[in-house]
């Protein structure tokens, strides 16, 4: 293309490797599926169901209250107040099933929570870090693009030096291109 009298310019001229990142750089530009990162994490549901459902309560106590049963049942001219201490008795054991029943739940809820809050903490620093890498991405590709622009122009201009043709300056070629 340049004629045998013309010499190049070498600030005009560049590699061709400024096309793509280099090689050193392809682990940062990485680009990972969402399936690939989903299988790394932990879900909630997952531990959900790793937990034993909560058993009843009432197993430790049951000879108690079978006993005091049977005896109310062997002497029901027993004093009043010995069936009044079982219901109190009975009536406060149900209680505390039913609120260590809610406080075990109230630890897997929570257990799960936390889990959920890793999950999001991890897909968070993928994201940044995969924002990071493109936004890199984009500053080498907007300067191998500048450089390619001008590289252009440097030829335009050699060749305008060689030969008597018009000379197609940047603003000149932009107006081409928007007619």
Same mark, same amino acid.
């Given at each position: ?10 600030? !005009?001229?560049?590699?061709?490797? !400024?096309?793509?990142? $280099? ?14 990162? #989903? ?12 937990? $034993? ?25 027993? $004093? ?11 009536? *406060? ?21 936390? #889990?959920?809050?890793?999950? *999001? ?16 991405? *984009? ?16 030829? *335009? ?6 030969? $008597? ?15």
């Amino acid at each position: 293309m340049d004629s045998p009298d013309c010499e190049p310019n070498a600030k !005009t001229r560049h590699s061709r490797n !400024t096309v793509c990142p $280099p090689f050193e750089h392809e682990d940062s530009f990485s680009i990972h599926s969402a399936n690939e990162l #989903a299988e790394k994490l932990l879900w909630a549901e997952d531990i959900l169901a790793q937990e $034993p459902h909560p058993k009843p309560h009432n197993e430790p106590c049951e000879p108690l209250l079978v006993g005091l049963k049977g005896l109310e049942q062997a002497h029901p001219d027993a $004093p009043q107040p010995s069936t009044q201490i079982l219901e109190l008795y009975s009536t *406060l054991w149900e209680s505390y099933s039913a609120k260590k029943a809610h406080t075990q739940t109230l630890e897997r809820e929570n257990k799960a929570l936390r #889990a959920i809050n890793i999950h *999001l903490s991890q897909e968070k620093e993928v994201l940044e870090h995969r924002y990071t890498n493109q936004e890199a991405l *984009l500053v080498y590709f907007e300067q191998a693009f500048e450089s390619f622009r001008l590289g252009i122009l440097g030829i *335009l201009k050699d060749w305008e030096g060689c030969s $008597p043709g018009p000379v197609f300056e940047h603003d000149s070629a932009q107006a081409i291109g928007d007619s």
